[in-house]
């Protein structure tokens, strides 16, 4: 994989979260460690917006050094960042308490998902439904369908 293709599957996985309760401004820069997949690039949380970018950034708040295998079980919430810190998959550098964040904006990302999910999962219920309905009328006796009428 390249890194091209790794930043844009990564930014794929953070994009979509919704952090506009996020008031603080928020600026994380990784480092990926890779022959191929190597590079950097940041997550910026400004005035609610979510920013992904492959550029470094010089005014950061903490950032996250490790291979391209750890940061997408990250983002996929396979791996919690505090789990992977304390095992050495991942090193930070920077203001700690604002590098925990990163778990808060990955846990956004995972319930916007799961909220679109549930509105596709109640639009495809009443598409079903509308279907089991019409087939049901379909197959009902005339005589039935009659009466209906006459009611």
């Given at each position: 994989?390249?890194?091209?293709?790794f930043?844009?599957?990564i930014?794929s996985?953070?994009?979509g979260?919704?952090?506009?309760?996020?008031?603080?401004?928020?600026a994380?820069q990784?480092?990926?460690e890779?022959k191929?997949?190597g590079?950097a690039f940041?997550?910026?949380?400004?005035?609610?917006?979510?920013?992904?970018e492959p550029y470094?950034?010089y005014?950061?708040?903490?950032m996250?050094?490790c291979a391209p295998?750890?940061l997408?079980?990250?983002?996929?919430?396979?791996?919690?960042?505090?789990?992977?810190?304390t095992?050495?998959?991942?090193?930070?550098?920077?203001?700690?308490e604002?590098?925990?964040?990163?778990?808060?904006?990955?846990?956004?990302?995972?319930?916007s998902?799961?909220?679109?999910?549930s509105?596709?999962q109640?639009a495809?219920?009443?598409?079903?439904?509308?279907?089991?309905?019409?087939?049901?009328?379909?197959?009902?006796?005339?005589?039935?369908?009659?009466?209906?009428?006459?009611?």
């Amino acid at each position: 994989m390249t890194y091209a293709e790794f930043f844009y599957e990564i930014k794929s996985k953070f994009m979509g979260a919704d952090v506009s309760d996020i008031h603080e401004h928020l600026a994380f820069q990784f480092n990926i460690e890779d022959k191929e997949a190597g590079g950097a690039f940041y997550v910026e949380v400004k005035e609610g917006e979510l920013y992904v970018e492959p550029y470094e950034y010089y005014d950061r708040d903490a950032m996250f050094i490790c291979a391209p295998d750890v940061l997408l079980e990250i983002a996929d919430g396979r791996l919690d960042p505090v789990m992977a810190f304390t095992e050495q998959k991942l090193r930070v550098e920077g203001n700690i308490e604002k590098a925990l964040r990163l778990k808060e904006i990955i846990d956004m990302k995972r319930a916007s998902v799961q909220g679109e999910k549930s509105i596709v999962q109640k639009a495809a219920d009443k598409v079903v439904n509308t279907i089991v309905q019409t087939a049901a009328k379909k197959s009902e006796p005339k005589s039935q369908k009659q009466s209906k009428k006459s009611k």
